[in-house]
């Protein structure tokens, strides 16, 4: 393997000229979005080349193609000029010496509580710059990357301290289009698409078993990531969605969604925010965890 100098590193400037030439397959095209000339272009493809001792392209007459190579390399190229992007934003965000406070949740929790949430945490606290990470599934957070996260679960994370904000009752909800009231009977269930969440594959059946009812079509219906997506599907007459009773508060308040049972099931597991022990004392973690208690002792 060829071994790389500090000075046979590729500069930031051919990685652009390379990931502009590759994403229109055109010297001359990159030098227009560049601001540059073509020779320019060119040259800084062909020093690359040179100093990866690699061919990008397959030059021809007619167009540039990439080469298996030049496909793998894009892919790289632009996932690095993405992240100094990224840290370039984030350090123009934190000139004025904010502190960076890492949230992570789910993205329907993140949207339709947390976010509400934390209106006005940042005019009180502007020493603090908030950052959100959304993740579908809770395990897939990691938490040594964050600073607090809002997650479902049992309560008993590793190292970590765990404040319970509230329980979950999942309530089956219909746009009144789709049914105009609740229903008189559980059969009548059957009549209706059930909208699924690959998240809780089990909920439908569950909540008919707590009710001593089979459903033969429990498992069928779309099925999709987040109760956000099970939401908006019920608002546009695709089936009834049962989803956490608190995520749909304001379709209920303004009637877009209706209550068509009366059973709420409530889970076995509830909704914690949870932070670093060692780290309970920073001021960060202190006043978040004093904002959000505030917020639910309002409610």
């Not at 060829?2 to 400037?13: C, E, G, L, V």
């Not at 190292?159 to 009144?176: H, N, Q, R, Y």
């Not at 059973?263 to 022990?277: D, F, G, K, V």
């Amino acid at each position: 393997m060829q071994k790389m100098t500090s000075r046979t590193y590729p500069s930031t400037m051919s990685l652009r000229c390379f990931e502009a030439s590759a994403r229109y397959l055109s010297f001359t095209k990159a030098a227009q979005v560049l601001h540059m000339t073509q020779s320019a272009i060119s040259k800084q493809v062909a020093h690359l080349e040179e100093s990866l001792n690699i061919q990008l392209f397959e030059r021809s007459l007619q167009r540039l193609q990439l080469t298996p190579t030049g496909k793998l390399f894009l892919k790289e190229t632009q996932t690095i000029l993405n992240q100094i992007e990224i840290s370039v934003l984030n350090i123009l965000a934190h000139r004025n010496e904010a502190e960076t406070l890492n949230l992570a949740a789910h993205p329907t929790l993140c949207s339709r509580w947390l976010i509400p949430t934390l209106r006005g945490f940042s005019e009180v606290h502007p020493q603090f710059h908030l950052e959100f990470q959304e993740q579908i599934s809770s395990s897939d957070i990691d938490i040594s990357q964050v600073d607090i996260a809002f997650l479902y679960g049992d309560g008993v994370w590793r190292d970590m301290t765990s404040i319970k904000l509230f329980e979950e009752k999942c309530i089956a909800v219909g746009s009144p289009e789709l049914i105009s009231k609740p229903l008189d009977k559980i059969e009548d269930f059957q009549n209706f698409v059930l909208i699924q969440s690959r998240a809780r594959p089990r909920a439908w059946d569950d909540f008919f078993q707590a009710q001593d009812f089979l459903n033969e079509k429990t498992y069928i219906g779309p099925r999709f990531d987040t109760f956000s997506a099970c939401v908006n599907s019920a608002l546009i007459n695709s089936g009834i969605a049962l989803v956490p009773k608190f995520f749909v508060k304001k379709e209920l308040e303004t009637g877009e969604l209706i209550q068509i049972w009366p059973y709420e099931m409530l889970a076995n597991r509830s909704y914690y925010m949870i932070y670093p022990t060692s780290m309970s004392q920073t001021p960060k973690i202190t006043a978040m965890v004093q904002w959000v208690k505030n917020r639910l002792d309002s409610e």
